[in-house]
């Protein structure tokens, strides 16, 4: 893992950032899969060096598309590490994510798009329908 640090832009990327250079291989995020009546399951566990590997890996997909400071980007998919991972690199590229809860149903979702002013949409086909 690259030990370097992005510049402290004053967002919370900054921080995992700073984090990962000082902790690559502690555990970062722990994402659950699967919950019984005993409690956690499965579960996906991501130390900080893969946790920043990975978003380091989609901030290059996203700047390779156009987008940087100040950009709006759609997000409406379930969480999982990957989600956090697209997260941290559209805040350490200082693009605003701009959170969908598809529950909210077909018509608000469809206002909330409309009112967003985003360059881009991400989400899961299922989340996005209306």
Not at 18 to 45: C, F, I, N, R, Y
Not at 73 to 81: D, H, N, Q, W
Request: no cysteine; hydrophobic share 40%; aromatic share 6%.
């Amino acid at each position: 893992m690259n030990k370097t640090a992005p510049p402290d832009n004053g967002n919370f990327a900054s921080l995992v950032f700073a984090q990962a250079t000082l902790h690559g291989e502690d555990l970062a995020l722990v994402m659950p899969k699967t919950w019984d009546e005993t409690g956690l399951g499965e579960s996906e566990e991501l130390t900080y060096g893969q946790l920043i590997q990975r978003t380091r890996a989609m901030m290059t997909g996203l700047q390779q598309e156009g987008f940087g400071p100040g950009d709006r980007m759609v997000i409406a998919f379930p969480l999982s590490t990957d989600s956090y991972a697209f997260l941290l690199a559209l805040f350490g590229l200082g693009v605003t994510a701009v959170l969908i809860d598809p529950g909210m149903g077909p018509q608000r979702v469809k206002q909330a798009l409309d009112t967003a002013n985003a360059k881009g949409i991400v989400g899961t086909g299922a989340s996005l329908k209306s």
